[in-house]
């Protein structure tokens, strides 16, 4: 009879050891950090080293438990809209030690042009590049790196990749 009742310990602690574990383990895989960019940056077209004087570009990333929205909104020069790309994804990994975010989206809306405007090349490398990789892949890898922060400041220079864009970015809590 005592030999049954060990059993029946040991099931119990078993199971509460089980439980705990798997816990932690999704308390851990949760903990992503949430984050807010609002990021600005002239455009510069570098096939012919000059700067894209009738474009800017204003993006906003934002990243909560570990979903990320990604809001590329770009302006002619005299402040009227010339498209905007939102996506949508997950922060597959962050490396703390380089302030790097791999970033995989799935989803992707694109704005309509106007068909007379001049489209800005970003948008349209960004496009055909997302495209692409949606298609074939069923995702769009990016990442960003934050090069340098100043968090007294609330402020942060940004490169983005694949597209090679360097922004001045305001951190928003």
Known sequence: ??????????IIILTILLSCI???????????????LSCSSELFNHHNDQQDSNHY????LLSKDGQVQVHYRYFNIDGSSAGTVSMQGKVNSIDTENMIYDI?????QESPLAEHQQVPEHYRYLSYVSNLN??????HNLSLQIIEQD??????????????????CRLVH
């Open 57 to 60: 570009l204003l993006v906003d």
């Open 104 to 108: 995989s989206v799935n989803t992707k």
């Open 151 to 168: 968090k007294t400041k609330d402020f942060a220079v940004v490169l983005f990749q694949p597209s090679n864009t360097v922004c001045g």
């Open 134 to 139: 949606l298609s074939r892949d069923g995702m």
């Open 22 to 36: 798997g816990v932690i383990a999704n308390l851990t895989a949760s903990s992503s950090p949430s984050f807010m």
């Open 1 to 10: 009879m005592v030999k049954n009742w060990r059993w029946v310990i040991n």
